[in-house]
């Protein structure tokens, strides 16, 4: 067997967590078009035959760590890399920023190899272009290999797959050949309700939301989810909850659609909003909230 740790990393917004899903064919990881939507390490197992890949997914590195959560993000995803055999450096093919070179200053400093996966190339236009751009990546760093690929379209993502056992130790298994995450049920459906209220709200209010699942109970015929939804202050509370319930109710119906279907049952789902004071920069809150402080 050959078995390792992949560490996926880049700035926020390449498609991290979307070429997880994708080359797991289910949803690991949830993705929206805003930055900082992962924040915590998740675990994705992909075992086929004598391999198995456990990709880390992990929070975008990024420049803007202002409060205690993103520093919590931004040491998340680095210290995802000191256990990695191997390391996916994602960018989007032709749009490389100061960010990026953030980034790959980190990696030059670890010893894993590094792959360079220029994700989005179903953006680039001409296709012409794309040479230009991977001479631009091979330019920049002594890449283990570069990758053009489109985790949307899932674009060359066999030929990823086929080129990292040969970077990952010989090794026993390590994960159950079932397992597909390290993250629980509970853990998902709070993911889930954050995608949608990220997707339905709009400007800074996503990054002070956090949802905490108070309980998850499989009854007979349904699964009864209740959970909070925690806002930094009292003039978001409103915003969350919409003229009438609308927000709230669109959200809940969302998550309640997709957790169904990905639960396999029914789902009834009760949603709270309720005020904490700047949890998002407290070390002692973000702990009770699930955030895990490496
Ligand atoms: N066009 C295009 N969009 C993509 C691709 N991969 C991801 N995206 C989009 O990029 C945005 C960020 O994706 P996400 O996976 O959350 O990025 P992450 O922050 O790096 O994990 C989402 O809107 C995705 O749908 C791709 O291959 N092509
Ligand atoms: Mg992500």
Not at 30 to 48: C, D, G, M, N, W
Not at 75 to 87: C, G, P
Not at 107 to 130: F, G, R, T
Not at 148 to 168: C, E, G, H, Q, W
Request: glycine share 6%; net charge positive; with cysteine.
């Amino acid at each position: 067997m050959r078995c390792g740790f992949v560490a996926v990393v880049g700035r926020p917004n390449v498609g991290k967590s979307t070429l997880i899903n994708a080359v797991m064919g289910t949803k690991v990881s949830i993705v929206t078009a805003k930055p900082q939507t992962t924040r915590h390490r998740i675990l994705a197992v992909y075992t086929s035959g004598d391999v198995q890949i456990v990709f880390v997914d992990t929070p975008g590195l990024h420049r803007k760590a202002g409060k205690a959560m993103n520093r919590m993000m931004n040491r998340t995803a680095a210290n995802a890399l000191a256990d990695a055999e191997l390391v996916l450096f994602v960018t989007e093919a032709g749009r490389w920023t100061d960010e990026d070179g953030d980034v790959l200053r980190r990696l030059q400093q670890i010893s894993a190899p590094v792959i360079a996966v220029l994700n989005k190339v179903d953006l680039v236009h001409p296709k012409e272009k794309l040479l230009e751009v991977i001479a631009e990546a091979s330019a920049r760093h002594e890449f283990a290999e570069i990758l053009p690929v489109s985790a949307r379209k899932r674009d060359n993502l066999d030929t990823m797959l086929s080129l990292i056992p040969k970077y990952l130790p010989e090794s026993p298994q390590l994960f159950p050949a079932d397992m597909r995450t390290d993250r629980s049920v509970e853990f998902h459906a709070a993911e889930v309700i954050r995608e949608k209220l990220t997707l339905s709200l709009h400007q800074e209010l996503p990054y002070g939301l956090t949802v905490q699942i108070e309980r998850f109970e499989v009854e007979a015929e349904r699964t009864t989810i209740n959970a909070i939804i925690w806002v930094e202050r009292n003039s978001q509370k409103g915003i969350v909850v919409g003229k009438g319930g609308s927000v709230l109710k669109r959200v809940g119906k969302a998550a309640r659609l997709e957790l169904k279907q990905s639960l396999g049952r029914p789902v009834h789902l009760e949603l709270w909003v309720k005020v904490k004071d700047n949890w998002a920069d407290s070390e002692k809150d973000l702990l009770s909230l699930g955030y895990e402080s490496p």
